[in-house]
């Protein structure tokens, strides 16, 4: 089972490495709303702006960082992001007035972010199409498991000093950009302009001819709609808890389960839906995922919602490799990080649409609509996903349709 992620590129190794270390390290983030009402006496509403800045700065990183990487490298769009990052991070901790932390924030996201679809594309280039899923798994497990590591030893450093964190957070940056640095080669392969089906060094050339791709458009559609409905996790369902008299240990312990299932069986899950067509199995994830999130609404036990995240942590597991994948079975190689920034941009649009609406329709509607709801938005994105047709590509072509 193994053999699979060991004998993937060495530079795949080295990112989902540094990967790790950065997540590790996303301290701030975690913490900021703690540390804008607590060290800096700003209201709770504008911690809730300073997160929307972030949610901001993040989608422009995706649109950004994906036209960038495509233009001028992976690698030195990584290195801008990350050094870049660290350096913001560090005047951050003395920045004092409300609207530069706000500036401040969105332009972290931006830099912060920026790498990823200049990763996601460096990993498309050197891998070939049949490791993919597996590359994709394993920078899935990296983030994850990062991120399981960030509050715990963010908690800590908090409890001591919060400028720590900020401190914490830069140093991770910088040692991914400094492994980076010496660790990996450039992989864009520059096409002669002539050869291009549009100038696609010119954003909105590159835009447009990705609006153009249906069989795309239809995959992040439905990318966005599952979005809409993983995101409930974090937002309206510890709400949800809290209604039923639930506290935040109750909601600790059971979202445990989904980071804890991700390090454990990604691998072997991802070792299994590797051997089936992409397309039929995303299409059952995102009815796994429905399903578990619809079972949320009639139980009422913290067993039984620990169950509900088992049920859709499943189409989590199934999809998380296989998304990434058909990205890069879909994208022509001038425009592969633009396909994965607008992919990301997806992630990013069910946060910042998904978390409003849906504590809207739980407060103005009850727990039966919202859950119900994500049954309905999970079909509709089953129902997309079923329409994509993806041919693997030979080599270095992708080939739809």
């Known amino acids: 089972m193994l053999h699979s992620y060991l004998a993937l590129p060495r530079a795949v190794h080295i990112l989902c490495l540094g990967t790790l270390i950065n997540r590790a390290g996303s301290f701030v983030i975690l913490f900021l709303t703690f540390y804008l009402q607590e060290q800096r006496s700003l ?26 990487a495509d233009t001028v490298g992976r690698k030195t769009v990584i290195l801008i992001s990350l050094w870049g990052g660290a350096a913001v991070l560090i005047a951050y901790g003395q920045i004092r007035v409300p609207v530069l932390i706000l500036g401040a924030t969105t332009l972290f996201a931006f830099l912060a972010d920026m790498y990823r679809p200049a990763v996601s594309a460096m990993i498309s280039d050197i ?15 990296a983030i994850n498991l990062g991120a399981a590591i960030a509050p715990l030893v963010g908690g800590l450093l ?27 080669q450039e992989t864009l392969r520059r096409i002669p302009r002539g050869d291009a089906p549009a100038p696609s060094h010119f954003a909105w050339a590159a835009f447009g001819r ?38 935040p240990e109750v909601y600790g312990r059971c979202i445990a389960v989904n980071g ?21 199995v995303i299409v059952v994830a995102a009815l796994v995922t429905g399903v578990g999130f619809g079972c949320t609404g009639v139980v009422s036990t913290p067993g039984a919602f620990a169950l509900t995240i088992v049920v859709w942590t499943l189409g989590e597991l199934m999809q998380s490799p296989l998304v990434p994948s058909i990205v890069s079975d ?20 069910g946060t910042l649409i998904a978390a409003p609406l ?32 993806v041919a693997r590509p030979q080599a270095d072509q992708s080939t739809v349709r």
């Open 210 to 247: 990705m609006l153009r791709d249906g069989v795309y458009v239809r995959f992040c559609l439905g990318t966005l709609l599952i979005s809409f409905v993983y995101m409930q996790c974090m937002s309206t369902f510890p709400m949800f808890l809290k209604g039923l008299g639930f506290g």
């Open 127 to 141: 891998v070939p199409v049949d490791q993919r899923p597996h590359a994709f798994g394993l920078m899935y497990i």
């Open 330 to 349: 879909l994208a022509p190689p001038d425009l592969r990080a633009r396909y994965f920034g607008l992919l990301s941009m997806c992630f990013s649009g």
């Open 43 to 68: 209201a709770p509403i504008f911690a809730a702006q300073a997160i929307g800045c972030f949610g901001l700065g993040t989608l422009l990183a995706a649109l950004v960082g994906g036209q960038l």
């Open 358 to 389: 849906g504590g809207w329709v739980l407060v103005k509607f009850g727990g039966s609509w919202l859950w119900g709801g994500c049954v309905g938005v999970a079909l509709c994105s089953a129902a997309l996903y079923a329409t994509v047709r």
């Open 260 to 280: 804890a299932m991700i390090v454990l069986l990604q691998i072997p899950m991802t070792q299994l839906v590797a051997r089936f067509d992409r397309r039929r």
């Open 158 to 184: 908090a409890a001591h000093r919060f400028e720590y964190l900020f401190w914490g957070d830069a140093a991770t940056s910088a040692a991914y950009a400094v492994i980076v640095a010496v660790s990996i």
